[in-house]
């Protein structure tokens, strides 16, 4: 069965770091470039970064630019999101995902609360 | 930046009713466009990519089409599933989500 498991998040004060990370199963990691995305309530996900499938090529939104950082390990099926600066409106949760289809994301992990607040 | 926008922000039908949802880009994107279903408390759901072809597992009650700027998502017959906020994605210039309809009963 296909799934990504997600860990990390938490409450964190402005100004500090935080890392996700996403663990895939069953199927070839390797083989597939991988997203971050995250979500406030009731507003649309916001694309925040993608990952090639072998970590050569990486490509961040805007407000991610400068601050935060993917990586990836496909030894241990592992995409990561290192999360640094934080701001309050980084407040979301943040969601995995696989990008299974051309420009498309066809396989999401359970998604992560990440609440920035002093 | 491409913007995206979709009309109309709500819909209220009954399960069995043909339900048309549409998309409209800033600029051309081609038929780089998903559309996606999410449910309170879940991820979103990959339905269509490519502008109209399904997604593995997508009942084909759901259909897609369209390309530039104009795209709609259609559902044939509601099934009671069915009610909940529908994106659509663009992957022309970067990557962004519109605002979603809701389908509501």
């Known amino acids: 069965q296909e799934q990504l498991a997600q860990s990390g998040g938490g409450v964190v004060q402005p100004g500090k770091s935080l890392r996700l990370s996403c663990a895939a199963s069953?199927?070839?990691?390797?083989?597939?470039?991988m997203h971050w995305v995250r979500q406030t309530p009731g507003k649309e996900p916001e694309w925040v970064a993608v990952?090639?499938?072998?970590?050569?090529?990486?490509h961040f939104a805007d407000p991610a630019k400068g601050r935060f950082g993917i990586s990836r390990d496909n030894s241990k099926s592992t995409v990561y999101l290192q999360m640094d600066s934080l701001r309050v409106e980084d407040t979301a949760v943040y969601y995995c995902?696989?990008?299974?289809?051309?420009?498309?994301?066809?396989?999401w992990g359970q998604g992560t609360i990440v609440t920035v607040s002093s | 930046e491409i913007v995206l926008t979709q009309f109309p922000a709500t819909l209220s039908l009954s399960p069995g009713d043909r339900a048309t949802l549409s998309c409209r880009a800033s600029?051309?994107?081609?038929?780089?466009l998903a559309w996606y279903q999410q449910k309170p408390g879940q991820a979103p759901r990959l339905l269509i990519y490519?502008?109209?072809r399904r997604a593995t597992g997508i009942p084909d009650r759901f259909s897609g089409n369209g390309s530039g700027t104009d795209f709609t998502l259609t559902v044939s017959s509601l099934a009671p599933e069915d009610f909940a906020v529908y994106y659509c994605?663009?992957?022309?210039?970067?990557?962004?989500f519109g605002p979603g309809t809701k389908v509501d009963i």
């Open positions: 995902a696989r990008e299974g289809y051309p420009d498309a994301f066809d396989l």
């Open positions: 069953g199927f070839i990691f390797s083989s597939y470039a």
């Open positions: 990952i090639s499938y072998d970590g050569g090529i990486d």
């Open positions: 600029q051309s994107v081609s038929t780089y």
């Open positions: 490519d502008a109209s």
């Open positions: 994605q663009q992957r022309r210039k970067s990557f962004s």
